[in-house]
Nanobody, 125 residues
């Protein structure tokens, strides 16, 4: 069972930047693709970005493409989400997720069942 701890959220003005981190434990981190999701008030959780187990491929939702960058450090068992040019509609609780299958791709990311507590991102206009 994987444990996930997100951090790095906060309040930022529109156009600003944040970097989220997610520390994973419990399974061999480098073998699994990782993803970021978000949930805005009153909305369902949605996919944001994914990165393959090796870090060589990434995939993004259209709404964040060109503004967000996902990366990983396998030695630190951590996945990051760099968010630039933030918009008020990016306001949400952000969650990281680990794929349940090993050596998966980013563009066909399979969502796992484990979630962390999330980190709140609020973008003011």
């Amino acid at each position: 069972q994987v444990q996930l701890v997100e951090s790095g959220g906060g309040l930022v003005q529109a156009g600003g930047s944040l970097r989220l981190s997610c520390k994973a434990s419990g399974r061999p981190f480098s073998m699994y693709s990782m993803g970021w999701f978000r949930q805005a008030p009153g909305k369902e959780r949605e996919f944001v970005a994914a990165i393959s187990w090796s870090g060589t491929s990434t995939y993004y939702a259209d709404s964040v493409k060109g503004r967000f960058t996902i990366s990983r450090d396998n030695a630190k068992m951590t996945v990051y989400l760099r968010m630039n040019s933030l918009k008020p509609e990016d306001t949400a609780v952000y969650y990281c997720n680990q794929s349940p299958t090993t050596f998966g791709s980013a563009n066909n990311y399979q969502q796992g069942d484990s979630w962390g507590q999330g980190t709140q991102v609020t973008v003011s206009s």
